[in-house]
């Protein structure tokens, strides 16, 4: 399976290949940790890094702190609304699509879940998996349902026994492995990426289907920022969105789908203003599932 430096690597050759006179480096760091490093470069003064590059929750952080510098490309034309920041600041580079991940041993296509409520039906009881961090999936579904009845919703799922386990990639192996029949949210990719490689697992979507995009953003002080300018731009061409597609992802720009993206599907956009309450949704999360959660 690829791996995230590999792609980031295969981004950096087309780009440089593109603009011979750059070399692109990238630094890795959790999502959390670089907000505090810009924040604290800010500060100082001092600026290492021209592009950002994470999660929809998080870039929208970065915006409103002031942290990010104002860059409409002319690439963003390509890209839906939802999928870029109305004032200019971000653009997705690609999506995740939320969905059911199923054992294809122990569970039928017969037998599927067609719906978010049928996951409430008493056969599906001990059977069911669910990452402990699964914030994104969990607002998303409140904001679906409406929040009264969406926290109502997640009792009665939380009722069905769900095993929490850390991290979907733990989760997808558990569920190929036969130990969980299905996990209520993984990503697709990932069970696209395992159904290559020969695992007994396929998943299913429900209607409308959750997703949550990384986006991409220049530095407010970077150093170099028509290099930035530039790196945009190849991200979001589509020579540079079709790398993100030979690696399984589905790329954000309008036109360029992955095999395995179901084109009819209703979709709900994550909304990156939600990360202000991403504490209390975290709180209320933990409340539900952990508390409930078999032994």
Same mark, same amino acid.
């Given at each position: 399976?690829?791996?995230?430096?590999?792609?980031?690597?295969?981004?950096?050759?087309?780009?440089?290949?593109?603009?011979?006179?750059?070399?692109?480096?990238?630094?890795?760091?959790?999502?959390?940790?670089?907000?505090?490093?810009?924040?604290?470069?800010?500060?100082?003064?001092?600026?290492?890094? #021209?592009?950002? &590059?994470?999660? @929809?929750?998080?870039? $929208?952080?970065?915006? =409103?702190?002031? !942290?990010? *510098?104002?860059?409409?490309?002319?690439?963003?034309?390509?890209?839906?609304?939802?999928?870029?920041?109305?004032?200019?600041?971000?653009?997705?580079?690609?999506?995740?699509?939320?969905?059911?991940?199923?054992?294809?041993?122990?569970?039928?296509?017969? #037998?599927?879940? &067609?719906?978010? @409520?049928?996951?409430? $039906?008493?056969?599906? =009881?001990?059977? !069911?998996? *669910?990452?402990?961090?699964?914030?994104?999936?969990?607002?998303?579904?409140?904001?679906?349902?409406?929040?009264?009845?969406?926290?109502?919703?997640?009792?009665?799922?939380?009722?069905?026994?769900?095993?929490?386990?850390?991290?979907?990639?733990?989760?997808?192996?558990?569920?190929?492995?036969?130990?969980?029949?299905?996990?209520?949210?993984?990503?697709?990719?990932?069970?696209?990426?395992?159904?290559?490689?020969?695992?007994?697992?396929?998943?299913?979507?429900?209607?409308?289907?959750?997703?949550?995009?990384?986006?991409?953003?220049?530095?407010?002080?970077?150093?170099?920022?028509?290099?930035?300018?530039?790196?945009?731009?190849?991200?979001?061409?589509?020579?540079?969105?079709?790398?993100?597609?030979?690696?399984?992802?589905?790329?954000?720009?309008?036109?360029?789908?992955?095999?395995?993206?179901?084109?009819?599907?209703?979709?709900?956009?994550?909304?990156?203003?939600?990360?202000?309450?991403?504490?209390?949704?975290?709180?209320?999360?933990?409340?539900?599932?952990?508390?409930?959660?078999?032994?």
């Amino acid at each position: 399976m690829t791996t995230a430096r590999e792609i980031d690597e295969a981004i950096n050759r087309g780009f440089t290949k593109k603009y011979p006179f750059l070399q692109a480096r990238k630094f890795r760091i959790q999502s959390q940790k670089l907000l505090v490093r810009f924040e604290a470069e800010s500060r100082a003064g001092k600026h290492i890094a #021209d592009i950002v &590059r994470t999660t @929809d929750w998080y870039i $929208d952080i970065f915006k =409103k702190k002031g !942290l990010l *510098l104002k860059y409409e490309s002319e690439a963003r034309k390509f890209f839906a609304d939802e999928l870029k920041d109305r004032d200019g600041y971000y653009t997705a580079l690609y999506l995740f699509l939320h969905a059911a991940a199923y054992n294809t041993r122990l569970v039928s296509k017969s #037998d599927l879940p &067609r719906s978010y @409520d049928d996951l409430l $039906d008493p056969k599906w =009881k001990g059977k !069911l998996g *669910l990452e402990d961090g699964a914030y994104v999936w969990f607002v998303n579904l409140l904001k679906i349902k409406g929040e009264k009845r969406g926290i109502d919703y997640m009792k009665k799922l939380g009722r069905q026994n769900v095993s929490l386990r850390s991290g979907t990639t733990l989760l997808a192996i558990l569920v190929a492995a036969g130990e969980i029949p299905m996990a209520v949210d993984l990503y697709s990719y990932q069970v696209e990426r395992a159904k290559k490689n020969g695992a007994p697992i396929d998943w299913v979507a429900f209607e409308p289907g959750i997703v949550h995009t990384v986006l991409a953003g220049i530095n407010r002080n970077a150093p170099h920022p028509n290099a930035a300018r530039l790196f945009i731009d190849y991200l979001l061409s589509e020579e540079g969105q079709r790398i993100y597609l030979a690696e399984s992802l589905q790329p954000a720009r309008t036109g360029i789908y992955a095999p395995w993206f179901p084109r009819g599907l209703k979709l709900h956009v994550n909304d990156p203003e939600i990360g202000d309450r991403f504490a209390d949704y975290q709180k209320l999360f933990n409340e539900i599932f952990t508390s409930s959660a078999p032994n």
